[in-house]
């Protein structure tokens, strides 16, 4: 992307895709964000724009063995309370909307399935709610492969939830998907 995507802007006011992601979890009643900074730890507390207590950021040393390495970060954060789930998403996709957040949330509370992930037909998006019934299998898991052989693992267990929500699968990978957002507005 050119620099590091927490700090790319959604507006001409300068709001950030974290920071978009942080609000919107914050209006789905999260109870804490935990912000996992990678390569550039910097770029992303001034990304955030935001103080708030309930806002943690941890650095994450080993972000070159890949995604999984962040998420393992946020498990070994301290936490205000024991985490029964953690609801994981990147920062490149932040237009999830607050109603999606919401009902992944109340789906997870209703089944204690080990994952809950939205899903529109076999596209499966972000946020992904892994229950701590995986966090053994996150830990063991091989850094190079990722959550992916923990959520196969659990596949005949994980409740897919439909949603109608381009934001939970609309991810910006590219320079020209970013600059096809901006020449979009």
Excluded at 110 to 136: N, Q
Aim: hydrophobic residues 45%; neutral net charge.
């Amino acid at each position: 992307m050119g620099r590091p995507k927490p700090t790319l802007p959604l507006t001409a006011d300068g709001d950030t895709f974290l920071g978009r992601i942080v609000r919107t979890l914050f209006a789905a009643r999260l109870p804490e964000v935990i912000v996992v900074a990678g390569a550039a730890p910097d770029a992303v507390r001034a990304a955030l724009r935001l103080q708030d207590r309930r806002v943690q950021v941890v650095d994450n040393h080993h972000w070159k063995t890949g995604q999984l390495s962040s998420l393992l970060a946020a498990l070994d954060a301290p936490s205000r309370a024991p985490l029964e789930a953690v609801l994981v998403t990147l920062v490149d996709v932040p237009f999830v909307a607050i109603r999606t957040v919401e009902r992944l949330l109340r789906v997870w509370r209703e089944t204690r399935a080990p994952i809950v992930r939205p899903a529109r037909g076999d596209e499966h998006g972000h946020p992904v709610v892994f229950d701590c019934a995986t966090f053994g299998a996150l830990r063991n898991a091989d850094p190079h492969a990722g959550a992916k052989a923990v959520v196969r693992a659990y596949e005949q267990n994980i409740v897919n939830v439909p949603v109608d929500d381009d934001g939970a699968f609309r991810d910006f990978d590219t320079p020209d998907e970013y600059a096809s957002f901006w020449a979009s507005r």
